[in-house]
């Protein structure tokens, strides 16, 4: 009988053990796939860093050894692990593939009863690192006009673009305020990569002053996309950062003075209603396209009498000549009502029509570089996106939200057929370089 008991209890401690061991392999397989995984995207990230395959397959290796080091701390659960040398491969179209593996072994407890000495678990990730065409568009209106600002929106821009090759990724560069100006469009030809040190450059020498056309900003990124580059990579993004909701749209624009007649430029209001009855009051500037200052088409234009527009156009019109086969409406009734003729008799402009048509213009034109299968993410900053503001006092953050096309974002606008990007909010400076790093994580996750 004692020698059944005996027995019987060997069995229930190895089973004991086995439940025992079972259970803390499950824990350390689970951290060592959190720390592949991680450390599989940070070498994607890290890939782009050098001007050589071989500078940056070693970039990749460090990174990706450096997070999974943070990410499995020595000793966890008393196992003891390797991590073995990352693998990364070039390929001729562009792709970059690096592998990770792991292996963790940890002495076992009572399952030695069994025989079974050493627990061993191990893993593997790998992370495609695609060719990329990129549109990066930043804002650079009036309300970022502070010097801590202004250094943390070129130090955190600067950052962003160190995530890209500049040997195969294709970026074009381009700031907006009034207007839009290509700093550094894509290469002629369909070359691949890109001048990062013009850029930086560019970047840090950015002045902030205008108000905020966004669309334009917008037209401008779809066609540096679409008409630049004719031989298009497996991604297309379009990375949209800005601090505020659109007030201001640019089109030739009737106006009831014969000096100004049909002038193209910029119909400008402000975030806030102005003040007076049914809010129409006549909004400010008309500008040339592409002209940051507030510098007006012609001295006979600057008067209020003179600056009066009879209507607005049907269509956005900028570019029409470039582009006739896409049409943006600008007097609408969905999603917000923008009437064509201006308050009566003396049609002056409405500033509900200009702030709606602003905001329209933005929706539609990000709806459509989607539907040509552009994904656009966005970033937001500061406290000016989460109050509402213009005239349906709108959260400028759901119009981002919009153009992304984040599920979180308001329902009108939400299209899941079409490619899902990525919002990311920024409420202080400090909180710029991780959502830019976000974006770049998310953009090196996508695969065709």
């Given at each position: 009988m004692s020698i059944i008991v005996a027995g019987a209890l060997a069995l229930l401690l190895a089973v004991l053990g086995l439940a025992l061991d079972a259970g803390r392999g499950y824990m350390i397989k689970a951290k060592l796939d959190a720390a592949v995984d991680?450390?599989?995207i940070a070498a994607g990230q890290s890939v782009t860093r050098g001007t050589n395959q071989t500078t940056q397959t070693a970039s990749a290796q460090q990174a990706a050894k450096a997070f999974f080091a943070a990410n499995f701390?020595?000793?966890?659960?008393?196992?003891?692990?390797?991590?073995?040398?990352?693998?990364?491969?070039?390929?001729?179209?562009?792709?970059?593939?690096?592998g990770i593996a792991a292996q963790a072994e940890v002495p076992t407890t009572l399952t030695q009863l069994l025989g079974f000495n050493v627990l061993k678990v191990a893993t593997t990730s790998e992370s495609v690192r695609r060719d990329l065409d990129m549109a990066f568009v930043v804002?650079?209106?009036?309300?970022?006009?502070?010097?801590?600002?202004?250094?943390?929106?070129?130090?955190?821009?600067?950052?962003?673009?160190?995530?890209?090759?500049?040997?195969?990724?294709?970026?074009?560069?381009?700031?907006?305020?009034?207007?839009?100006?290509?700093?550094?469009?894509f290469k002629a030809g369909n070359a691949r990569g890109f001048d990062r040190t013009a850029m930086t450059n560019t970047i840090n020498?950015?002045?902030?002053?205008?108000?905020?056309?966004?669309?334009?900003?917008?037209?401008?990124?779809?066609?540096?996309?679409?008409?630049?580059?004719?031989?298009?990579?497996?991604?297309?993004?379009?990375?949209?950062?800005s601090d505020g909701a659109p007030n201001s749209f640019s089109s030739t624009i009737p106006q009831t003075s014969s000096a100004c007649t049909s002038n193209t430029g910029t119909l400008t209001s402000s975030d806030d209603p102005p003040g007076g009855p049914n809010q129409n009051d006549n909004p400010g500037g008309l500008y040339r396209l592409g002209v940051q200052t507030s510098q007006s088409i012609s001295s006979s234009c600057t008067s209020s009498t003179a600056a009066m527009v009879d209507r607005l156009p049907d269509n956005y019109n900028a570019h029409a000549a470039s582009e006739p086969s896409v049409t943006f409406p600008v007097v609408t009734n969905s999603p917000r009502v923008v009437t064509k003729d201006m308050n009566g008799a003396s049609y002056q402009v409405r500033y509900q029509n200009?702030?709606?048509?602003s905001r329209n213009l933005l929706e539609a034109m990000a709806a459509q570089a989607r539907a040509e299968g552009i994904f656009v993410f966005a970033l937001g900053y500061g406290p000016l996106l989460t109050v509402g503001k213009?005239?349906?006092?709108?959260?400028?953050?759901?119009?981002?939200?919009?153009?992304?096309?984040?599920?979180d974002g308001p329902s009108r606008c939400y299209n899941p057929k079409q490619p899902v990007g990525v919002y990311c909010y920024a409420a202080t400076t400090d909180d710029l370089k991780p959502c830019y790093s976000q974006l770049a994580s998310a953009i090196l996750r996508i695969s065709k």
């Open positions: 991680g450390a599989a701390p020595p000793g966890y659960l008393g196992s003891s692990v390797t991590l073995a040398t990352p693998s990364v491969a070039f390929a001729t179209d562009g792709t970059v593939t690096i804002d650079t209106t009036t309300s970022m006009n502070s010097t801590s600002v202004q250094k943390a929106v070129r130090t955190s821009s600067v950052d962003f673009l160190n995530n890209f090759d500049v040997t195969s990724d294709r970026v074009a560069l381009m700031h907006f305020a009034t207007g839009t100006v290509v700093d550094v469009p020498g950015y002045s902030f002053s205008g108000n905020t056309n966004s669309s334009e900003a917008l037209w401008n990124a779809r066609w540096q996309l679409n008409h630049v580059i004719t031989q298009p990579s497996s991604l297309r993004v379009i990375v949209f950062f200009v702030n709606r048509a213009g005239a349906d006092n709108e959260k400028g953050e759901d119009i981002l939200k919009c153009i992304a096309n984040v599920a």
